[in-house]
């Protein structure tokens, strides 16, 4: 399960999520009960992907920047890879929204994403090995606590 694209930055998601469970508790006009559930939830998948988010901070506190790095760069990707869910989703919303102008913004929001998307991976697919030394290298230099 470690090669999986995920379980990488798992630590990332997790504190990502960790912060919107701890900014859940502060909406006003949610049942206390579904915040519970939602923290219980949250709880499962810590409790779950424990060793995976140990490693992962440990590979974190070690060195921070190829961690960042590849946590972006695994971010896009997945973002790619899940528009094969987002696109049916959209145009479903998108047949079904009463609202015209909502349905339009959503569906050019999808297509600017997408065209996007295809951009940064053509880009990269050329010019990987130019952009991994920009990224891993020239960057690193620029940015003062970097090791």
């Known amino acids: 399960m470690e090669k999986a694209l995920l379980v990488k930055s798992i630590f990332f998601f997790i504190a990502l999520w960790g912060l919107a469970t701890a900014f859940l508790w502060f909406r006003p006009r949610i049942e206390f009960f579904w915040k519970i559930v939602a923290t219980l939830i949250f709880g499962f998948y810590v409790w779950f992907f424990w060793k995976e988010i140990n490693s992962g901070y440990a590979s974190f506190a070690g060195d921070w920047y190829p961690v960042t790095i590849d946590f972006l760069k695994e971010l896009t990707a997945l973002a790619f890879v899940n528009l094969f869910f987002f696109w049916p989703l959209a145009l479903v919303i ?42 891993y290298e020239n960057l690193r230099k620029m940015i003062p606590d970097a090791r």
């Open 94 to 135: 998108v047949f079904y929204k009463a609202d015209e102008m909502g349905a339009e913004r959503l569906l050019k929001m999808m297509c600017l994403l997408t065209l996007l998307l295809w951009v940064v991976f053509v880009g990269y697919v050329y010019y990987d090995k130019g952009i991994d030394k920009f990224l």
